[in-house]
């Protein structure tokens, strides 16, 4: 009897931590929708080879999804009467971009298997491929998420860490999302791939000289000046910016990392052994960081008879 209330114990424990993935698997879709993964697989390589810029794009959906409330579509859905969705909250407007893209695949799966494959597993699904097109690791999804039936433009403003954030803040956010420091360093490393703009990074350009690059300020500030071009981009990793390698960190490691909290990793910090360890090996941050993408796809999914299989990613049944 005590036993079994210790593993009673354990259970619930391990609920509360959203450690309980039991639903979701490999091989979800096998029998109702065999062709899915394929179907993702090839849009995202004709929309990355169409835009490379798009790779980053699907990757950091999938992360502003998983962020607010679980990997569970959120993201995508559109403003109604009842709620405000994601899309115009701070870190999101005028910067999360591939809805377009979400929908294409969206729209095809429905023709193939209607009312089967979900938006929050697609999105899940064209992030790993993205970061493959881009000769980044693979890992394989876990599948079986369903979609929300709301989004909070509240939790988007609150849950979502900032480009401004200092390195105790980023340790903070992603460890409210049960991310360890290591993982936090290994996830960052997406930002091998993908833009910013000047807004985001003008005052590390101009106020922050000293842990910065200076023929990287000089180059950044010909687009971006002090004061307009808040939309102008600048590639996060300026050496190899098409490619998912770790050239990410090399850069951090010679002070040129293009936003505050891409410095902050490498400034003296407990986080500088874990970027000079991914500077010099390719083969670990491969493997850390799929390992934290995996991860990252189960936070609080949706699952069972939760949530509903959105028929448009943009809108509730």
């Not at 995202?44 to 999804?65: C, I, N, Q, Y």
């Not at 697609?122 to 998420?145: E, F, H, N, Y």
Request: glycine letters at 6%; one cysteine or more.
């Amino acid at each position: 009897m005590a036993h079994s209330k210790i593993l009673y114990g354990l259970c619930y424990s391990m609920l509360l931590l959203g450690l309980v993935h039991a639903q979701l698997s490999t091989n979800f879709y096998a029998a109702t929708c065999p062709n899915a993964l394929s179907a993702i697989r090839t849009a995202v390589l004709k929309a990355v080879s169409k835009e490379h810029r798009m790779g980053a794009s699907l990757l950091r959906l999938h992360f502003h999804d998983c962020f607010v409330n679980g990997c569970d579509a959120s993201v995508l859905l559109d403003d109604t009467s009842s709620f405000t969705g994601e899309k115009t909250a701070g870190p999101n407007a005028n910067s999360l971009r591939g809805y377009d893209v979400i929908d294409t695949i969206k729209s095809q799966l429905e023709s193939t298997c209607p009312g089967v494959v979900s938006c929050a597993d697609i999105l899940a699904v064209a992030a790993r491929d993205s970061v493959v097109a881009l000769s980044g690791p693979s890992w394989t999804v876990q599948l079986g998420r369903r979609d929300s039936t709301t989004a909070s433009f509240a939790a988007a403003n609150s849950d979502l860490p900032s480009p401004l954030m200092d390195l105790s803040d980023l340790i903070t956010s992603f460890s409210n999302k049960g991310f360890t420091a290591k993982e936090m360093v290994a996830l960052s490393g997406s930002h091998t791939i993908g833009q910013a703009r000047c807004l985001m990074f003008r005052n590390r350009v101009y106020n922050e000289t000293t842990t910065l690059d200076s023929t990287l300020a000089t180059s950044l500030k010909s687009s971006c000046p002090g004061t307009g071009s808040d939309d102008s981009l600048s590639s996060l990793d300026a050496v190899t910016p098409v490619t998912f390698d770790n050239s990410y960190f090399k850069n951090l490691a010679s002070n040129k990392g293009l936003l505050h909290s891409d410095q902050q990793l490498f400034s003296g910090g407990t986080t500088d052994s874990q970027v000079k360890t991914y500077s010099l090996n390719s083969a670990t941050f491969y493997a850390d960081f799929a390992k934290a993408m995996v991860k990252m796809g189960s936070i609080s999914p949706l699952t069972g008879s939760d949530g509903q299989i959105r028929t448009n990613c943009a809108k509730v049944n």
